[in-house]
């Protein structure tokens, strides 16, 4: 049986990737999948390219990666952007949206937040019509394949499974920003890889603790802007823009 480690929304993160990556090499597991925003929220975005461009087999955008990379007036993004070089920043520019593949005769897709945009965001308790609307073909996902039976997503920094006659959804979660748990959070897909043949499929989720205050004390010694709602996320899980 073949596994894949599917990580998203590192946002320079560090102490919580490596925690990711030391848990997957761990379990023997040799191909990583990452589903977009490498960057931003936390202090080491360059840091964070580098490192999943040296173990991801697949990388495709978040809307982080695809903002960073263009103008803007924000003065924390600005500093964001001061974080990369001009070739990382081309890096995160030519990602790719969505990749789709089979598994175990699955059909599976992965892309970062829906099949409309990397900006259009679904979450776990919207409509039934917009979460079965991310099994559709898009412009962007391309129109060449049939739907997919299995959707896997991050953007919302909640792992979840929901399945629906036949069709199954996840979230992976987040790694370094996660808003349900307090632990970084990934997902392992187990089958037979690029078969098209019916046969035993699985997904697990995996939540590792890391160590949080490390991660802290990093964005305070280079002086990160939105400091404090970047430890209220860590130590509570509990999204900053959250209306009581």
Known sequence: MDKIAIISDIHGNIPALDAVLEDI???????????????????????????????CEVVVKGNWDDFITNDTEFETL?????????????????????????MSGKLIRLFHASPFSVYKRIQPWDSIEKRLSMFENTAETGNDYKMPDIVGYGD????????????????????GNPLDLTQASYTILEGIYGSEENSSFSAQFVRVP???????????????????????ELTTASYRGKKN
């Open 156 to 175: 919302v920094h909640q792992a979840f499974i929901q399945h629906f006659h036949g069709k199954t959804l996840f979230n992976v979660g987040s790694v």
């Open 210 to 232: 890391y160590d949080i205050e490390h991660a802290i004390q990093l964005a305070k010694q280079v002086n990160m802007p939105d400091l404090e709602p970047y430890i209220q």
């Open 78 to 102: 600005k500093w964001h952007q001061k974080q990369l070089h001009k070739e990382q920043n081309d890096y995160l520019k030519q990602l790719p949206f969505s990749i789709t593949f089979y």
């Open 25 to 55: 090499y761990s379990r023997q597991i040799e191909r990583v999948f990452c589903l977009g925003d490498l960057v931003g929220k936390g202090p080491d975005s360059g840091i964070a390219i580098e490192r999943i461009r040296e173990v």
